[in-house]
Each structure stands twice: as C-alpha cells, then as structure tokens.
C-alpha cells in the first residue's frame, strides 16, 4: 500500500530525513515510534507532501507520488490526522465532519456518510451540533480521526493520537484503532507511547536521527526491553 524508498526530506536547510525506507502492506497496522525529534512526524508530512523539500519515492497503491501536491494525495486515498488536530473554531462537530467530505467523492451522500461515522464514534454522535472547540482534548482527537474517514481513506496516517489525552480515552481509541484494522482500514501510527503502540501493531519500525535503524514483529519488539531502552526511553 505504502512504500518509501531513500526517503529525505528538508525543512529550509536542515536535513531531516537522511533516507528512509519503510514499507506498509494492505491491511496492517504498522507503528513508527522513537524519541521526539527522531524524524518521526516529518516522514508523515513527507508522505504527504508538506516538506519544503523531499527526494527519494513515495509509493502509494502502486504510483510514485513524490511530484504530487497534497490534495492530490489527499484524493487518493491519503488520510492525514497531525498532532495538533487542526479543529476549526466556530464550527459544530457535524461541519467539521462535512470539511472532510469536500476532498472525497462522497459529498453526494452525506447525510449517510455522518450516520456511519457516528456509529463508529458514538461519543461524537451525542455532540453533532456542539461547537467542536468545547469538546475535551480526547473527544477533538476522535473528531479529527473521524473527519479523515469520512473520505475512506485507503491508508490512515495518525501522529500522536494519545498526546496530552486521559488514560480512559486513550484505551479507548487504541480499540478503535485494532478495530479499523481489523475491518479494512491500512494504518500508519506515530505513537510516542510505545506499549500501547506495540501492543496493537502488526509491525514496527524505530527511528533515529532521521533514519530508520530498527524494524521488527510488534510483539517481538513489545518483548525485547534492551531495544526500547536503547532507542525509545527519553
């Protein structure tokens, strides 16, 4: 589904990226954990193509996607959710969700596309018509997460969904995550909680110093605490 080959990248001068490898296939859920600083979320927006500059290929679905402006990526089926959430103020749950639709072909048959998503994420469906700001910090982030699969995306990248989120919510949308998995949907996750990433992950790659340096089963990574100590541990 994904594959990155040489990757670099740059924000103005700083060489961030030093030439990434890393694959995804169909239908896992593959974990890309490491300290902060690591190149973590810069190889998401690579991806994405929200570098200043970035060499090397990105395959997705079988197409070099490198040259190809965001929406574009967008339009093929790239689902991006940043850190920090980028809900709009002002606006309700239900309007959020309907920004998600204008990159989709899905625009047409909204009103089902909400009741989906509300399914899938009941807490929003209580909140449909509450401006999204007053939410908690938990509630935002499954609002973000929602508004990138309103356009069914065909790999779903999340950075740091767990930052600054209570415990409870946390587990929460671990579940929904193994969930989505386990019902289709192709996952890249920037975690920086690495139990939590592990323990629902297929496949793991740690980074360091923008280069990919280790990569493994997720439970054989989960039980080797000599790997996490060496590139993980603040």
């Known amino acids: 589904m994904l594959k990155l080959e040489k990757l670099q990248a740059w924000y103005g001068r700083s060489h961030i990226l030093q030439g ?3 694959e995804v296939n169909k239908g896992e859920l593959v974990c890309l954990i490491g300290r902060n600083g690591a190149g973590k979320t810069t190889t998401l927006r690579a991806v994405m193509g929200l570098t200043s500059r970035a060499e090397g290929r990105v395959v997705f679905d079988g197409q070099d996607i490198l040259k190809l402006p965001t929406h574009r990526r967008n339009g093929l089926g790239l689902g991006y959710v940043p850190e920090e ?16 639709l204008l990159a989709s072909h899905h625009t047409a048959r909204e009103a089902d596309v909400i009741a989906e998503i509300a399914e899938t994420f009941p807490r929003l469906a209580e909140r449909l018509d509450q401006d999204a700001t007053t939410m908690s910090g938990g509630e935002q982030q499954m609002l973000a997460i929602a ?9 779903l990248m999340l950075d740091e969904p767990s930052e600054g989120i209570m415990p409870v919510l946390v587990d929460e949308m671990f579940a929904l995550f193994a969930r989505l998995r386990d019902g289709g949907t192709t996952i890249l996750l920037v975690e920086q909680n690495v139990e939590l990433a592990l323990g629902i992950a297929d496949r793991a790659y740690i980074m360091d110093q923008g280069e990919i340096v280790y990569q493994a089963d997720a439970k054989a990574l989960l039980a080797d605490a000599e790997i996490q100590e060496r590139y993980c541990s603040v």
């Open 20 to 22: 990434i490898d890393l």
């Open 85 to 100: 959430r980028r809900i709009v103020p002002g606006m309700s749950v239900r309007d959020n969700l309907r920004l998600g």
């Open 147 to 155: 508004r990138a699969m309103v356009s069914k995306p065909k790999l």
